[in-house]
């Protein structure tokens, strides 16, 4: 009984701040603005409009997730033949480590300072006699939104990845290479498969990372919510519409649910990667 | 060893051209935010953008809210790393000695805000901020309780890291057998053991702080990043260089914690 006063402060904080509000928001749910059941909110999941940031918000995550995940392996991969502890390798896994979790409103600013309207690049460009379709792109929801996540994909891809690629034994290789295999032998055979697990799982703990962004997009975008975070952020500051108070719990709960999902094949691979990394 | 040494030419060609090219991508808009920030009205190059930032007397003056989300920010790296440390160091600690068995839920609720987005962490949240400003006020300081919540994951992972590499049960008892209180071992022996662990949680939570954006903005709340985002609708370029100006404040701190990792680095090297 003693032993268990020793974590009762840990486990009184996350109940109050991380498993209520996880508790509000499921049953928040599946009540209606005066505390009845009701499965009215779900159904409100059916909007047009909620349906569509949900199928956008997916879109855009699967691509970015693809995208960082196909550069993000390159770049681990090509940065864990370098000397480990050496310069190159420190200034690249830091500068990841920021770029990854930093995002946001900096990011946004990057991007319209670059190729915004009076970006250096838009106005060079345009030097050169090529228009970039008036940098509105920029602002849109899948082609501006598409580059910028691109940006914090990779370098996340990069933090998550370069463990495994660093398991990869330089032995291996040199028994590939040395009993007459090519190197695309190596990758087909050898490397591609005992990498696999941990790439898939990567990508998808990138697709959650896209899924769940927000500050970025709102920093960008200024019109509209095209994708659910930004939908769920709105149920802050716009008018409640009688009877609608709980639908943005709902939407969240359809968050959850996804990233739920995700997460669980990503925990199941993760397992699987271990084993054969034998990490 | 012929072979070695053409695989090895081979791989130093691909890492000089794909970090080249990559690199290129992520210089881009780094480049694009140093230059929009030095235009001259007239065309040309100017530092006054960045002598206005470091102006602390002009931004009291004319940039209050940059002045206070600084402020705010300040405290929340503090109080969010405090409350951090003295939480998990003494539970995983505890847990390791005592109650072996809880070592998986404790894992599980430390990971947990992996899976929930910060933005759905915000709708639940809400009527428990409506008690925090019931009992303690409205200031922005009280984020942190948020905050503390989206830096457990990474927190746990570093300080599980850390207390892996040393023998805790031995430790404490031979402490306990010396006459030393609870208070003792974790101050005087388990915590000095782990300062690279801490030093590392500590610095990936400042790095988060300093980044946060979503809480912030939908309580409405101060802090940096929404001081950054309200200013930019007045001074975008001053917007900007305050954005970059932490952003190499981050890049900085964790820079330098590469080498505090140094000591760990090493022995594991030599474990292969």
Known sequence: MGALLGVLPFFAYTTIFLAIPTII????????????????NLRALAQPQVVSAFVRSTVLSAVTATLGAVFGALLAYAVSTAREGGLLRRLVTSLCGVLAQFGGVTLAFAFVATVGFQGFVTLWLE??????????????????????????????????????????????????????????????????????????????????????????????ISQGSPIITLLIGGTFSSEVILGQENVGKAMALGMVAIVALVMTIYALLERRATKWLGR | MKLRAARRRRQSTFRRVVVTLIGLFFALPIVGMIEFTTRAPGGGRTLDTWATLFNLGVIDRDYPELKTGIQASAGLVVLT????????????????????????LVEFVCLLPLTIPAIVLVVGLAPVYAWVAYFLGESSLWLTFAYVVLVLPYAYRALDAGLSTIDVRTLAEAAR????????????????????????AAFLSVALV????TIANLFSRDNLQVAINQLSKRDASLAIAAALAALILAFTVLFAMSFVGTGRGSSR????
């Open chain 1, 127 to 220: 030097h050169l006699g090529i228009d970039l379709a008036g940098s509105i792109w920029l602002f849109e929801p899948y082609k501006g939104l598409i580059l910028v996540y691109t940006y914090f994909q990779i370098p996340l891809m990069l933090i998550v990845f370069l463990p495994a690629v660093e398991g990869l034994k330089p032995q291996w290789g040199e028994a590939a290479e040395s009993l007459g295999g090519s190197t695309w032998d190596y990758w087909r055979h050898v490397a591609g498969p005992i990498l696999a697990p941990s790439f898939i799982g990567a990508m998808l703990l990138l697709f959650t990372n896209a899924f769940s962004a927000y500050a970025t997009a709102a920093a960008l």
């Open chain 2, 81 to 104: 790393v405090a409350i951090m440390l003295f939480m998990l160091v003494p539970t995983m600690t505890w847990v390791r000695l005592r109650l072996p068995g809880m070592r998986r």
């Open chain 2, 269 to 272: 090297r030599e474990e292969a």
């Open chain 2, 177 to 200: 057998s010396l006459g030393a209180g609870w208070p003792t071992v974790m101050w005087r022996v388990i915590l000095p053991n782990l300062r690279t662990a801490v030093l590392s």
């Open chain 1, 25 to 40: 928001v499921v049953v928040g749910a599946f009540l209606d603005g005066r505390g009845h059941p009701t499965l009215g």
């Open chain 2, 210 to 213: 300093l980044g946060e954006f």
